[in-house]
């Protein structure tokens, strides 16, 4: 898969405690859990995923002994967007604890360790993409193979084609979260019946990513517009949910006011929506969209992956 990460980020403050106390608090979801520290925490709501991480890290890294700590995290994105803010926000916690235990843990460890929190011990639907675009950071091309083999192919994207890029994307959040489970699981029930629409639809996406890296390694951003239409229409296509009246109203007003293409982020249904406009037209279609109830977020692209320090 292609991916570039963007300057959205999520935050995770770490402080020790000597009271015997865990405290967690989302500062972005005005949510506050405060426990005792004990070897397990459990699986359960408020700050699921706080938990989850902390549960694991002390089994696997403090031998079972309890940790007292103040846990702290914001993200700039909102959850359910699209844009990996869930995944983004359990490698930025795991490398907090990494950092503070002083593990020596590497990018894939930590991509792989959020991974098996997030979807296995924690069940929630989704792959492991996000996982290892925030790990890493900037444009990659991520190859899955078997055995949980994953290879992150960094790409050598000249300055100009960057710049361009930025200059001509545009994220639009169109107020709506996602339950992005529910469309996962439905892309995964149309595999497993063999649903030939479905599965042609993905097959499609994945030449389309090839097709995407190399248009960007050319500076070809004409054919990464092409493709990038195209691989829309198929990733519709793959469950329903994905889109909807209302995403499809504003795509096409999008195109009528200058965007060459677009797409949705992550499993669809709202969140996020990126569109490719000609730097000339940039401003004509932010025009339009003030028209719509969203919000325009700014960005730049970033090379930079999870990173961690420690003040004292």
């Known amino acids: 898969m292609l991916n570039a990460t963007v300057d959205l980020y999520a935050q995770a403050i770490l402080e020790p405690r000597t009271d015997g106390k865990v405290v967690f608090v989302a500062a972005d979801r005005d949510e506050r859990v405060e426990l005792p520290a004990t070897s397990v925490l459990a699986?359960?709501?408020?700050?699921?995923?706080?938990?989850g991480i902390y549960s694991r890290f002390v089994r696997q890294y403090n031998g079972g002994r309890p940790l007292s700590l103040t846990l702290t995290t914001y993200a700039d994105a909102p959850a359910g967007s699209g844009?990996?803010?869930?995944?983004?926000?359990?490698?930025c916690i795991a490398q907090a604890f990494a950092e503070w235990l002083r593990l020596g843990l590497g990018e894939y460890d930590i991509a792989?360790?959020?991974?098996?929190?997030?979807?296995?011990?924690?069940g929630m639907a989704g792959g492991k993409q996000?996982?290892?675009?925030?790990?890493?950071?900037g444009f990659n091309f991520i190859e899955f193979g078997p055995a949980n083999r994953v290879l992150v192919n960094p790409l050598r994207v000249k300055d100009w084609v960057l710049n361009e890029l930025e200059a001509s994307t545009v994220l639009y959040y169109t107020g709506r979260s996602r339950e992005s489970a529910l469309i996962i699981q439905q892309q995964i029930d149309n595999t497993k019946s063999g649903n030939t629409v479905s599965i042609d639809a993905m097959l499609a996406l994945k030449e389309d990513a090839m097709l995407m890296k190399e248009a960007i390694l050319r500076g070809d951003l004409g054919a990464y517009a092409e493709v990038l239409g195209r691989s829309w229409k198929s990733k519709k296509m793959t469950a329903h949910g994905i889109s909807n009246p209302e995403i499809d109203m504003l795509y096409q007003r999008?195109?009528?006011a200058g965007a060459l293409a677009g797409k949705i982020s992550g499993a669809g249904g709202g969140g996020f929506m990126m569109f490719y406009v000609p730097a000339a037209r940039r401003m004509a279609l932010l025009r339009e969209l003030a028209n719509h109830p969203g919000e325009?977020?700014?960005?730049h692209f970033?090379?930079?992956?999870?990173?961690?320090w420690c003040l004292n």
């Open 302 to 308: 970033t090379q930079n992956g999870v990173q961690s």
């Open 296 to 299: 325009v977020m700014n960005f």
């Open 112 to 122: 792989q360790l959020a991974y098996e929190i997030e979807r296995i011990e924690l």
């Open 43 to 51: 699986d359960e709501e408020p700050l699921r995923l706080h938990r």
């Open 254 to 256: 999008a195109l009528d």
């Open 130 to 137: 996000d996982q290892y675009a925030a790990a890493f950071g």
């Open 83 to 91: 844009l990996g803010t869930s995944s983004t926000m359990v490698v």
